[in-house]
C-alpha cells in the first residue's frame, strides 16, 4: 500500500523539481544510491521495471526507504501494462510511471489514488491521459521532443503539467531550457548515475550531482 497520498506526491515533484530514474538488481547499490540521492535532497525516486525480478529489489527497496529515509516517496518506472501496475501498487509503490499511456493503467492507479505519469509524444495523448486522470503527463521521448515541445502544448493548454525524461541533463543551459518552456519536473537517469561512480561505490558523488542539479532547478524555475 502507499505510503504517500497523491497530493504529497505531486507536491513533492513540483518543489524539488527532479525524480531520478534508476536500475540496478543489486539490491545493496540499489540501497545505497537511494540514500545518495536522498542526501542530495531527492525526494520522489522512481525505480525502472527493466530486470528479472525487479519487484523483488522494489520491495526491499521500499521498506528500506520507508523505515531509513524518512519523506522519500518511491515509485515505479517502465510500467506498460495493468498487471504489472497492480503487482507494484501492491509492493507499496506511491506513483506509476510509463513510456507510453495505457488507458488500462489509469484506472488501477485511479481506484487506489495514486499517480499515474504516462509518456505522451504528442498534444493528443497528453489530453486523452488528463482525461483518464493523469495530473502529470511524462514527456517522453525528451532527447527527440526537445523543450519546443512542452512550450507549444502549453500555449492551449496551460493547465498541463508535465514531466520530461530523456535528454535531460544536471547542467544549466540544459535545465534552464526546460523549465523555461514550461516542465513541472524533470526525470533524470544515466546522467545522475555515471557507470564509473556506481561500479566503484562513490555514493557522495551522486549526493554531490543530486544536490547540484536541484540547486540549478532552484536557480531557473
Partial sequence: MAKYN?????????????VPVFYNGNLDIAKQV????????????????????????????????????????????????????????QLGANFVVGPMFNPEIAPVCNRRLIPYCPGCATATEV?????????????????VLGPGFVKGVRAPMPWSQLMVTGGVKPEKAN?????????????????????????????????ELCKNALQIIQEVK
Fill in 34 to 89: 537511494v540514500k545518495a540521492c536522498y542526501e542530495g535532497g531527492v525526494r520522489a525516486f522512481e525505480f525502472a521495471n527493466r530486470g528479472d525480478f525487479a519487484q523483488e529489489v522494489f520491495g526491499e527497496l521500499v521498506k528500506f526507504a520507508n523505515k531509513e529515509l524518512p519523506g522519500m516517496i518511491m515509485g515505479i518506472g517502465t510500467v506498460v501494462d495493468a498487471p504489472t501496475a497492480a503487482l507494484y501498487i
Fill in 127 to 143: 489530453s486523452t491521459a488528463q482525461a483518464a486522470g493523469c495530473d502529470i503527463c511524462k514527456v517522453f521521448p525528451g532527447d
Fill in 6 to 18: 497523491k497530493l504529497q506526491v505531486i507536491q513533492a515533484m513540483k518543489e524539488t523539481g527532479m
Fill in 175 to 207: 535545465l534552464e531550457a526546460w523549465f523555461k518552456a514550461g516542465v513541472t519536473c524533470v526525470g533524470m537517469g544515466s546522467n545522475l548515475f555515471p557507470k564509473d561512480v556506481i561500479a566503484a561505490g562513490e555514493w557522495s558523488k551522486i549526493t
